[in-house]
Every structure is written in structure tokens, then in C-alpha cells.
């Protein structure tokens, strides 16, 4: 058996770099429909409609493309210690800081591949302010009426040198289950999907063949249904979004997709997983075989060369 | 048999009276995502994207709520001036006039009930500024990423004190076809639809129970599936637009529907037909029983009271 | 704060009962699009393509409607003992008995209001004969082709006789966490939503106003998507299925459903919450006024009467 | 200008042949959800839930697959004569026939292709039998609640040696007009697209690089909404039917499409094409370049190389 712990309650925000600053901030806002919460410096926080926290998206300008740090909200305040003690086992602590806008003290480490990631517990709930109050109080903020309108910052997929390695770690020492993977021929896993809930996934690792380490593969956004998705899709083509592939839907946890570039140059996933949740407390990982992978997606698009390398930040080279 | 001349193309235009034109010019540019195409004194030009023409909607400011004139597009040079003596037969012209923007001369008439309407030939084909340059150039204008994203102008339902004469009118000057109606147990047909190529209405003409004439019961927007429209519903619901009634189907037509008040009062609907058609040409006329209307909408849905009674502009009471 | 105690891992199963067996089975498996897994004696076990277990309803014949009992699978054991414990110390414990086709040993208890509901750990994963084999190997059974294919059980609405009563029972003995609730302005609580893990609820009680004990008010099963809801309402109108009400989308919940009865008399709703989830560790319950149940469901359709009146089994005329 | 002439009413079946009756007949009423209407000696009619007429398809069992003929339906007995006055001048008329079921007598041709075409003007309107009477009486039968319930044969792609000669035939002999074509970098008009009424396509001409002749593209159903084809996805790839290529959206005519081998080797596309109709009466032809095609399909899926290749029947070795 495979449990889950249950002390992280869900994947609450990730900082996001961008050498286009305005352009990606147009890509958050216009296109996929966030609504700007605050700023600091050289970053804008960003939300989604359903967000119930200050924000999901800290877009930070940056000589770069790339992640910087992926936050987590943890279950209560005993969940948090555990988590911390267990993170100081592991030597990879970093420390204690200021949360950002919206939360209190955040502890930084980091997983072995070197992603930042936060552990929290306080945070203020979100109170629209009047432009944005939504008719429905069951609902932190009005749903836009433009753009994609998306619900919630989903997942993100860490690119690592050993995916497998830092999977491990997001179990054993944050308590997530692994849902599904993917194992080559040669038993090596290159790719791992992990979840802390009922989602079927909210951190992903995945093999980063160009060997370098601390990578992003993409963050996704969840939107409503699937039309949602083909929405997307008509208005990337008419705003010049490019679309790297999709929409389709996943084999591995069947996941209808869009994958974009926002302007920035990092990959997003604009996704959807119907009604799909995980509920056995008993979950058997699924592992497929590269020959299953081989098959491409599940209504056999074939998985496009830029989807193995395209990462961010992109791979300097070396002096 | 009752044969489709095809005459008439397609109905073209509304032009809408309100006495709230900031607030309606709102509704039709944030809500519906309409485009503003231009103005001309007290009136507004608005178009969806799909418009080949310069544009489907003239707002007006006026004292009132209601529908001014209605347009219909010619098949041809030759077929206008075949309907146009028609009309002048049947005594109901009015004359020529000079062409709204982007249309030519422009014969103006009315119907038994006394709405105006319109029919022309003459029309340049919509060129997108830089800025609306649609990514597929089968398209007249780039897809809106914001409000509801209307289609296209689809019909226009006519209060009418004789619902009856009015369709027979249409039918026989225009050379439409009905193809469903409403028959009272009194043999009174209350209700009729018509329609001049495939979609399967474009004119409906109801019963006015109020004896008024001239009046408008709604004028509708076709929306790309009926996902638009329940995404309409929510946009509506957090805009503060009032709804009516719906999203349901009707029986009548089989329409996936929405009815919403604009803000000068006139009733606006959203409809989506799926990919219905009329291509059969020698359709029979679908009959509707009083006892099979009192069945209510396709699932179930009642007919609201106010769908009986509002229509715009209001009835003044008498001095 | 409300915490989550997790202790209870999902909703099970339900055991359903109608005097129409042979058409109720008609209903769950040509309509709804359940599978045959088996049968006992006066009962048919059915699934959902989705079910990881055995079966989520079991359909017993019997002089009346109405619901037996309701399953729910603990966490682990260690979870299942400590729930049996404080069930037990709160005197609504009935005793061990064998589970149904497919679960283990089976703690047996009721709630306030004298529903039925069961407690297990041990599950035996389903595994799909080849004709029922799905493409894709991380869901349990191919996709059913046929009727509306429902996905899972989703919930379970309880009429009782004092909902608040039942709802604390369930929220401090099972550990679930209220998530809505509604509050008459007597301060009456006169339904509550309870749920055990990030969907927003999985058991509902709702006041009895007939004064009754132990009835239903209704069982539901999530669908795909919003359009399966749509084309759900189609099938039942083709097939004769009564439509009570919907499709519309709930207020409270956001959920968009359809109710009908199946031919037993039971009302069922087909349900989608979209990809609405409650991730907030330390979720605030959202309380509704009667001022606000009164504008009736979210895009305004008024909450019909038999949603207040009907039940099952039906309330007897005392002797 | 380019005129339509309305004398053809609307593509009205297709001939199929298949070397795997039994199987492509359980694809036709299994995965696709038609209706058995008949049968003669080696053939079987088949309909969809929206025919008004007999049949849309006849299903004939045959040595290889392959179209033997296409069916159009005549505006009235005098288009009906007016249609084969122009086809006898073109010396492409083959001579009367019986009709098929349901038909009256049927004038056969053939496109400068050797495509067999039908011409015929007298029909029986479909009345369907007791357990398919439709809900909604404006509805020929009851929509069906599985498979995939494609509403009607929506067009036929041929290939030929020129699809331009044979576009250039069914404009100038039958009245069509062209609405879309690909024109090569060296004038050459690769595909063509033609219309009767309002859809904005109904026969396609794509040139076949084979050198063959009288072969066959694909025939499409059109289905009610994306969702459709998105659910038909996931039923083909659950009983095992080879999807080509899709769900996506088309550049040309912007359809969203999926296409699928059925077992007889007939490539068969599931399209919608929304809302889009073409209602202009001057529509202006829209010419694709190679450099716009080589961009791939609407949202950037390029186009897969079988779909250049596979055209039924198979290309037979040279002796």
C-alpha cells in the first residue's frame, strides 16, 4: 500500500520568470483571463477566479524563463512542523522567511534536483473587492467574462536530472502518492506523477535529457470542461499564442490538454480532467512501458519532439 | 407543397430602440462581445464576428424600448426587384431610401402588423482592421476573446395583433416558408415561424395578446454550441443581466436557449440550434396543439409567465 | 476551524430499493449506462465504468422505494477502527457483519435518523472481463457506448428529520467537514453538505417536512461533463424517463444537474460539479439564507415543489 | 459573382461498399448509433436519427470498399428535369433508374471522374415505427441513446485525377457553388469545396495522387455538438476502431473533425461545424496557398501523411 498523508493539502502557488514581463503579463491576463492581486517589486501577482487565497501566480521579471518556486499549503499548523522536521531529516532545508502577499511564514528547501519549493500554513482568504464580487458566495471572485476564464493553478512538472529521485523525495518526506509513471526498458522510471488529494496529480517530475537540473517542463492551469479548452485553443490562434500541441487528451491520466508558450517562453498547460478524481485510499501505481508510450496520446496523436526538449530556462551553453 | 422562393438570402439587420443606450451598448460590446463598427448620430453600429457584412445591429438611443426595422438581404439583383413588386402589389411599401452604412439603396416596407423592414442588395463585404484581422481568412473578423461571442444575428420573433397574417404575408411577398406553428383549439394559429433557406426559422411571428401592434417580442444570437450559452448564463448572473428564463431546449424548433432582458428592457435571446437544418424541400409544416404546448420546453421547463406578457416596447397605458 | 479528519476516504456504495426491479434495472443500465456485476438473491450489484471496487449500487427488489443503506470505505484499517470506536461510543452502532460481493468485513451503524450505513476496509479491486476491458490501463472498465455514462456515485442526499442532528453526527463521529449549509431565519439549520475529501460534498441531509424517518431524497451520479447532462435529458425524454427538473446549475454547490425518478419511484440526479473542487484546508462553511434560497437556483429557475415534497420510500397514511 | 442555383436540395446518401459487411455494418449501428431501415440482397439501409427520408446510407457488400454512388435530392420535379437537361448536354448522363427504397425514379450520371452520381426528386418521408417514435414530433425519429447518434450524412470527399474539372462540372451542370479550394504554387486547384444551400460544403473534389480514378476520400456524418466527437473518440478507441487522425479543428471551412477507418477500409470523419453556415448570396471563393496549407491544420496539427494516401478502394497493382 501506498498512503497518503494528507499534512499538504494542495499545491497553492508558483513563482514564474519571464524575460517578457508585459507580454507575459498580457498572456495571464488577457489571455488566460487572471486578475492581477498586487506587486511587488518586479512581480505581479496573479489569480485565478477560484483561487480563495491572495494569489496562485507570482509572475517575476528575470534575465530568464523559468521556475523559481513552487508553494504548498499545508493541512494545519501540526502538519506544517511535521513537514518541516522531516524536510531538516532530509538536509534539504533552507530556512524560514516572510511568506509572500497574502501568507504568513514560509519555510524554503528544496527537492534533490534544486527546484525551490515553500511549505505554509497561514494564509488570508481572499476578499474581492467590489468590482470583482462574485453573485454566488460560494466563489472567492466573479468568473471573468473574458479570456479562458481558467479555475485554478492545477499542476506543476518539474524537468530533473533523476525524476525518479525527486519523486521519492515529494513521498516520503511531504507524503504525497505516487498516482502513475513511466518506466523505460531499462527499469529506469523517466517520468512520475504524485498527488497530495483527491486530484490525480499536482507535482510531476519528469527526466530532463539535457542533463541540466532545476528545470521547468511546464505549470498548468485547470479551466471548467473541455469546450473550455477548444475556446482556448480559437483564441491563442486569433491572439498569435503559440500552440505547441493539443488539444487532446492524455493517456497518462487522461487529461484533455493545450499546451502553449506564454510569451515568456515557459510552457503552459491549460488542462482539464473531466470529473476524474482519486479516491481509492488503496491506489496501485500505474506504470506504463515505453512501448505503451510508444502509442503516443490516447487518441494517438503522436507526442511532439519539442515536448522532450523544450524547457525553461533554456539550456546555456557552456563557456 | 410549399415551396422556399429564395428570394431573400438572410435577415441582415436589427435596428433596436433604447432608452438606455449606454448601458445597452454595454450589454452588446462586454456581455455578447459584439464589435462596434461605427455610429451615425444618435445610433450605434455593432456587428459579431462572423458578419460578412458591416454589421447586424444598429442601436439606437430613443424614448423607448422596441424594434425600429428589421433587414433582409436580396439574393440578387433581379430577385429584389421580383419581391419589390410584390410588395408594391400588396400595398405595403413604403419606398426607397439611401442604405444604412455599409448597404445600398434600401427598399423599406412593413408588415401587416406595421413593422418596418427592410430589403437591399447593395452590400460591401466587411474589411477587419489591423487589429480584428481574424487568423483564418474564412472568417471576417478575429474571434473575441471576451463576453458571450455571438455568431451571428440568427432571427427576429414580431408581436403581432395577427400572428397569422403576418406569416402568410412573409410567406407569400417574400417567398419564405413556414415550417412549425402554434394552432389553438379554436383553429387560430398563434404562433409561426418561417424561414428562407436552411436554418429553420429566421422571422417568427407571435400573437401580441396585449392588442398592441408594432411590437417585438426578441430578437436572438446564435452562439457556436450550447456551452456558450451556459457560460452566457454565468456571465449574465455575474454581470447583473437579467435572465428570464433558461438554458433550456425548446420543443418548438428544438433551439438550445437563453432569454435575457437588455438593459432598455428588450428582450434578447441566445440560441443555439446544434447543427439542425432544413434541407428537405417539400417540408410539412409541424403543428403544435395547445394540449402539447401546455407540456411546456422539450425537458420540462414551464413557460414563464412574463414570456406571455413582455414585450417591447411596453404597452402606454391608453389617456 | 473544521478540520478534515480523512478517516473516511469516499462514498461507496449505495443500496437502493424499488417495487419496479425489472424496470429499474432497464433504467440504471440502458439509461444511465451501468454494468452488471453480479447478483444476490432479490438484488443486482452495478457499476459505473469508473468504480475501482466491486460495485457502487446494489438494486434490491422490494415492496417499496427507498434507499437500505449507505457504504463508505475508511482510509485504512487503523482509520476503520478508530470511526467503529467513536461510532460505537455514540450508541448507533448495529454490529459486524459480511460485506457485500467484493468488501470485507462490514460495520454496520446508523445515523440520528435512522439511516443505515456501512463501514469497511477490505475492497477487492474490479478487474473488467475482457468484452468490458479498457483501452487506457489506468480506469477499471471500457467506456460504456451507451446511455448517459455515468462516471461515479457522487452523493447522497438524506432526508431526516432534523438535518443539523445528522449532519454533527456525521461530521464529529466520521470526521467529514461541512462545507454548505442552509439556516432558516429561525436559525434552524434546514440542510447541511458534508464531505470527506476534496469534493465538495458526499453525504447531504435535508430536512423531512412530512415528518418522517430514515427517507431518501435522492442519489446522484457524477457524468463526464456538463454536454452529458445535456444529452441525458434527451435519452430520458426519448426513453420516457420523468424529468422532475433541469437541467440548470445548483446555487448552492455550483453543480449543474438533472433530476428524474427512476421507474421505482427513487429520484436520481445526474450531476456535474465541473472541475470545482474544496482544496481549502481550513474551508469556512458558507451559510444561506432563506432570502437567498428564494431567488431559487443559480441562473434563476425556481426550485419546483415536489423537490420539497417528494421522498422515498412514500410517507404511509397512518392507520 | 457566383451564383448558387438551388436546382439540388441537399446531398441525400451514399452508396458504400465494404469487403467486411458484417463489421462495417456493426460500425454504422454500434459506434455510430444509425438505424437499420432495410434491406436488399447484398445491401442494408441504414439511417441516421434526422433522416426525413428512407436512408442516408446503404451499406452493400461488395469485393473491395469504395463508393459505388452518391444521392442528391432535386429541388422540385421541375429542377429535377431542368438538372438533366444539363446533364445529358454534358454527355456525362448514364439514364433513368427505379430509385432505391423509399426513392422515386432516379436519373444516374457520372462527375468527368467516373463518380456515380443520382438525381431524383420523388421521396416517402420516413414514418418511423412505434419504439422509434421520437419525443418531439419535428423530429423524424427518436435520438438514439448510444453510439456515437450522428444526426446526418453531412458530405461526400471524392477523390480525382482534377478535382477541378469535376468541381467545374457540379457548379456548371448541377448549380453548386465553390466556397473553398486549394490552389498549388503552380495554379493548379489541388481540393475544391462545393454547396447547395446554406452549409458551407457538400461535395468535396481532392486530387488523387494515385492516378486512379472513381476513388473514394471520405464520406462525414455530422454529429450535434464537439462534445460528440470528443465522446466518439473515446467509444473508438474503446472498441478498437482506427482513428486516423483528430479531434481538431480545420483551417478550410474550419470544421472540427475526427476521422476514423471503418472496418471495410472506407475513411469516415465525424465533423461539426458549429453554428458556421453560408448565408451570403455573393460569397467570394476562399483560395488556400501551399504555404497557408503546409501550416497544418486550424490549431497547428499537421496533417498526416495516410491522409494524402488512403482512398478507397486500394489502388490495385498493375498486372
Redesign the interface.
Known sequence: ?N?LL?DV??LAYAELLTPEPERSLWFFT??LGMTRAGEDGDSVYLRTY?D??HHSLKLTAHRTSGLRATGL????PEALERRIAAIKDSGLGIGWRDGDAGRGPTYAFRDPDGHELHLYWE?E?YEAPEELR??????PQ??P???V?V??LDHVNFLAAEAAANGAFVRDVLGARVT?QIMLNSGRIAAQWLHF???SYDLVFTDDWSGSSGRLHHIAF???????I??A????????VH???????H????T?F?YVYEPGGNRIELC??????I????W?V?T?TEA?RAKGQ????KTIESFHTHGTPPVEPSA
Open positions: 500500500m498512503a494528507h493539502a494542495h488577457e489571455i477560484d480563495y487565497e499549503r499545508a493541512s494545519s494564509s482568504w462574485p453573485a454566488l458566495k460560494n466563489q466573479a468568473f467574462g473574458h479570456g476564464g479555475r485554478r502513475e488529494g483527491n486530484k485547470a479551466t471548467n470542461g473541455r469546450e473550455d477548444l475556446r485553443a480559437d483564441i491563442c490562434l486569433e491572439r498569435g500552440i505547441e500541441t493539443g488539444p487532446h487528451k493517456a497518462i491520466q487522461q484533455f493545450l482539464n480532467p473531466l470529473t476524474r478524481l479516491l481509492a485510499p488503496d496501485r500505474v506504463w505503451e490516447a487518441w494517438g496523436l
